[in-house]
């Protein structure tokens, strides 16, 4: 059977639930359609069209988990201070012309009706929902995606390297509007990959420019009356900055600051995310999706996110009944024990995450130091080796994790078809002897205080970023890597930060080393290679410079051969076409990548957990949820029912 036919196949064999999660059969009469009570006076007074009018011809019907909900009520939930907009995307940011169905099994419709793809796995067609419309009620057609395809991703000023979702090889898509309704995604050579990769997280692109809107931002549209926005808005210093001030590429604060921005998304901002104590959204009145008896979605009227700048205080206040769902930064074993006796004072109950990324803590030197000496340290395979051999990680894993996790490098979980037993467990025996001896292969000589001196006769120093995030307790594991590292002679000096610094440090490549946690422990290890390898996508830039050239082989840096054939071994996985010679080429891939070690990692992770109100219903226990598997999706917040309003 022909990749086309596979596809066909899925989309029209999913059975009875499968045809509930694409929507491409309406289960009600657009008579039948209803929307929620607080939009009833709208529509009575003429200023919101009649809900039958604000549907797509064929909305998207979600199936429930608990059965048809009820409306009102408000989502309370909360976030960090700074550097945590990625929060609001994986709460009310999930849309995408495709996604994952509720189980991570396969990729289903989402915003497009219908998709088909070629036999060789180069052309995809969507077919947009008829009647879709941003959420100021204007319609989302092609011309949107062609406005994002023509305008902003081949437009080098706003877009000067391409996003790796949509690229094969360094070389673009070609996008084409076959008509008002339909595109076409074109690659040079074969993308077996594109779906998932559409549908795993960085698909949005494609979704989130309003041509009606964004246009009056644009050199290309409207040129003659730029110089009055520029003094409008005295910060941007020309047109590209303007622009980039009403959204964000890759989510970042600017698309959560514009108030005007149109969206797709089944709650709208009403307070955006840096300019008071909470972020406030309502719901969007034009929501494309309805549930089997033809009620629109979202049920909950609305959502609000508490700012606050300490985990600790999040559990203090989700024990104390303030919050009705929470889930990063204190969903681990330093907080599970306090939040797991705050249930009945809290009125919450737990529920469990799926999230198994490949490590829980990895060490990641800057393979692209802009420090000869630290690059060529840390580029040398015998100095990764011998620093993994001198972390007590069983040590860690027992004061931090409070004995939650297993030593393990940068892998695939145990219970996935591709696990690499070889990739987990190497250089993870604790060995300080072992250490020593290679490192005074490498770095003989040492200061008074014991410390090794690199060639020059200084003192070799290594300053780590350290940020405080997702309630891992990094801090704590980097003083006890501090400990170790000197007992070996290497000199760790920690600097913490929060996330926003970092993002700043990483895009200049300004880093020594810092420490995070690495996808790829389950299925997204097809899709989202990043601790594998220099693969370009947010939060992990250990080698910033091979990764630019991996996107674009006309910028960054070239990497030594070993990297260029790991990467060429990653570009066989996403020509594949069929899932078996997927698999086999991604095992070879992952072998190459054990070879390379370019990470250390600490701990494979344990199961997480969610915390939610016992009256929120239609919530799937077993989310799935890693990387850019935006958390709860594809389980979405739109289905959540019955929270008393406030």
Not at 186 to 193: A, E, H, R, V
Not at 216 to 239: R, S, T, V
Not at 574 to 582: H, I, P, S, T, W
């Amino acid at each position: 059977m022909g990749y086309q036919q596979q596809l066909r196949g899925l989309v029209l064999s999913t059975g009875l639930l499968g045809a509930a999660l694409l929507g491409a059969i309406a289960p009600v009469f657009a008579a039948d359609f209803k929307q929620a009570p607080m939009l009833d006076e709208q529509v009575k007074a003429g200023k919101l069209q009649a809900v039958a009018d604000r549907l797509p011809e064929h909305p998207f019907v979600e199936a429930m988990v608990d059965g048809i909900g009820k409306y009102g009520g408000t989502l309370r939930t909360t976030i960090l201070a700074n550097g945590d907009q990625y929060n609001l995307t994986r709460t009310i940011a999930n849309e995408l012309l495709v996604r994952w169905d509720p189980a991570w099994q396969k990729v289903i419709p989402s915003l497009a009706e219908e998709f088909t793809a070629s036999d060789d796995a180069t052309t995809y067609t969507f077919k947009l929902r008829k009647g879709l419309k941003w959420s100021d009620g204007q319609p989302f057609t092609a011309d949107d995606i062609m406005f994002w395809y023509e305008d902003v991703f081949m437009n080098d000023a706003l877009s000067p390297a391409k996003n790796p979702t949509f690229t094969v090889a360094g070389k673009p898509v070609k996008v084409r509007k076959i008509d008002d309704l339909t595109v076409e995604f074109k690659f040079d050579s074969p993308y077996g990959l594109f779906l998932q990769q559409l549908a795993y997280g960085q698909g949005h692109l494609p979704v989130i420019y309003p041509k009606h809107y964004l246009s009056q931002f644009h050199e290309n549209y409207n040129k003659d009356g730029i110089p009055a926005l520029l003094k409008a808005n005295p910060a941007a210093g020309d047109w590209v900055a303007l622009f980039n001030s009403k959204v964000s590429l890759t989510f970042q604060p600017p698309y959560w600051q514009n108030l005007q921005l149109p969206t797709m998304n089944p709650w709208i901002l009403t307070v955006p995310y840096a300019d008071s104590e909470r972020v406030v959204a309502t719901r969007n009145p034009y929501y494309w999706k309805v549930d089997p008896e033809g009620n629109q979605l979202p049920y909950i009227d609305g959502v609000t996110w508490a700012k606050l700048d300490d985990p600790q205080l999040m559990a203090l206040k989700m024990t104390s009944g303030e919050f009705d769902f929470a889930f990063r930064h204190i969903n681990n074993s330093t907080f599970k024990s306090v939040l797991f006796d705050g249930q009945e004072s809290g009125n919450y109950r737990f529920v469990d995450v799926k999230d198994l990324p490949a490590n829980d803590a990895v060490i990641l030197l800057n393979l692209n130091s802009t420090d000869d000496t630290k690059r060529k340290l840390f580029q040398n395979k015998d100095f990764r080796i011998a620093l993994s051999h001198a972390i007590n990680r069983q040590e860690i894993i027992d004061l931090v994790y409070v004995g939650q996790g297993a030593p393990a490098q940068v892998a695939t979980q145990p219970e996935h078809e591709l696990f690499n037993e070889r990739e987990a467990k190497q250089y993870t025996e604790f060995d300080p002897k072992l250490a020593n001896d290679m490192l005074d292969k490498i770095m003989p000589k040492k200061d008074a205080e014991g410390f090794r001196l690199d060639d020059s006769g200084k003192r070799f120093t290594i300053n780590f970023m350290v940020a405080d995030v997702f309630g891992l307790s990094y801090p704590d594991v980097m003083q006890m890597v501090q400990k170790y590292a000197k007992d070996v002679g290497i000199d760790i000096q920690l600097r913490t930060t929060d996330r926003a610094r970092l993002n700043t440090m990483w895009a200049a490549n300004e880093q020594d080393a810092y420490i995070w946690n690495c996808v790829g422990g389950l299925s997204e290890v097809y899709t989202d290679p990043r601790c594998y390898m220099p693969f370009q996508k947010a939060d992990i830039f250990f080698a910033m410079k091979w990764s630019e050239w991996y996107s674009n082989h006309a910028t960054g840096e070239e990497p030594p051969a070993e990297i260029k054939a790991l990467m060429a071994a990653y570009d066989k996985v996403n020509a594949a076409v069929g899932d078996n010679d997927r698999r086999e080429k991604m095992k070879e891939f992952l072998n190459l990548s054990a070879d390379n070690f370019l990470n250390i990692g600490i701990s494979r992770p344990m199961p997480k957990y969610m915390m939610v109100s016992k009256n929120l219903k239609n919530v799937v226990n077993g989310i799935p949820i890693t990387g850019n598997l935006w958390h709860p999706a594809p389980t979405l917040t739109q289905w959540y029912f019955d929270k008393p309003a406030n």
